[in-house]
């Protein structure tokens, strides 16, 4: 796929989101706000943060207890690592499983926008391995598809907090920014 329709792509999902966010009954935002709701705000798409990786898969298989935004926890496997650079900074970011049999990854992340122009607890990525992987393997870890938890948009929701071990050292001004429908903050 050449950068015009990756670039296709990414806006086409995004205007598929605020549809669904918008009309749907299963949409996390409140009914109450859907009226007013013009869409997500995003970053515009860009090519530098988008990496066809190598997922560096953990020998020892790490369970780990993820707390939730309400104080529940849940279980989830630490499964390997994302070796990468940002801005001429070396990056890790760990890479999760639900459970043994998951065929995607789940990778949480806070950055240096996160609180400022993205959602204060971090935002995710979800690895399908069905087309997020490369044919010789790699993985496809594109921040331009970071997305907020939908604890970001509705109280009723929990969701995941971010370990520190994926608080990045260095701004990601890709994907999705903080939702809000205070005068100006949505479109």
Same mark, same amino acid.
């Given at each position: 796929?050449?950068?015009?329709?990756?670039?296709?792509?990414?806006e =086409?999902?995004?205007? @598929?989101?605020?549809?669904?966010? !918008?009309?749907?009954?299963?949409?996390? $935002?409140?009914? %109450?706000?859907? &009226?007013?709701?013009?869409?997500?705000?995003?970053?515009p798409?860009?090519?530098?943060y =988008?990496?066809e990786? @190598?997922?560096?898969?953990?020998? !020892?298989?790490?369970?780990?207890?993820? $707390?939730?935004? %309400?104080?529940? &926890?849940?279980?989830?496997i630490?499964?390997?690592?994302?070796?990468?650079?940002?801005?001429?900074?070396?990056?890790?970011?760990?890479?999760?499983?639900?459970?043994?049999?998951?065929e995607?990854?789940?990778?949480?992340?806070?950055?240096?926008t996160s609180?400022?122009?993205?959602?204060?607890?971090?935002?995710?990525?979800?690895?399908?391995?069905d087309?997020?992987?490369?044919?010789?393997g790699?993985?496809?870890l594109d921040f331009?598809k970071?997305?907020n938890?939908w604890?970001?948009?509705?109280?009723?929701?929990?969701?995941?907090?971010?370990?520190?071990?994926?608080?990045?050292?260095?701004?990601?001004?890709a994907?999705?920014?903080?939702?809000?429908?205070?005068k100006?903050?949505?479109?």
């Amino acid at each position: 796929m050449d950068e015009s329709e990756w670039k296709s792509a990414i806006e =086409r999902e995004r205007e @598929e989101k605020d549809i669904f966010f !918008k009309l749907y009954p299963e949409s996390p $935002i409140p009914f %109450r706000e859907r &009226e007013r709701f013009r869409g997500l705000n995003y970053y515009p798409p860009n090519t530098k943060y =988008r990496f066809e990786i @190598e997922l560096h898969e953990h020998k !020892k298989k790490e369970r780990i207890r993820m $707390i939730y935004t %309400r104080g529940e &926890e849940k279980e989830f496997i630490r499964w390997g690592e994302f070796r990468l650079k940002i801005d001429d900074k070396e990056v890790t970011l760990q890479a999760y499983k639900s459970n043994l049999e998951d065929e995607g990854l789940f990778v949480p992340f806070r950055d240096l926008t996160s609180g400022r122009e993205t959602y204060g607890a971090g935002r995710y990525i979800d690895l399908n391995a069905d087309v997020d992987r490369t044919p010789n393997g790699r993985w496809i870890l594109d921040f331009n598809k970071a997305y907020n938890p939908w604890c970001a948009y509705n109280e009723d929701y929990t969701c995941p907090l971010v370990p520190r071990e994926n608080w990045l050292e260095v701004p990601i001004y890709a994907g999705e920014k903080k939702y809000g429908l205070k005068k100006g903050e949505n479109k």
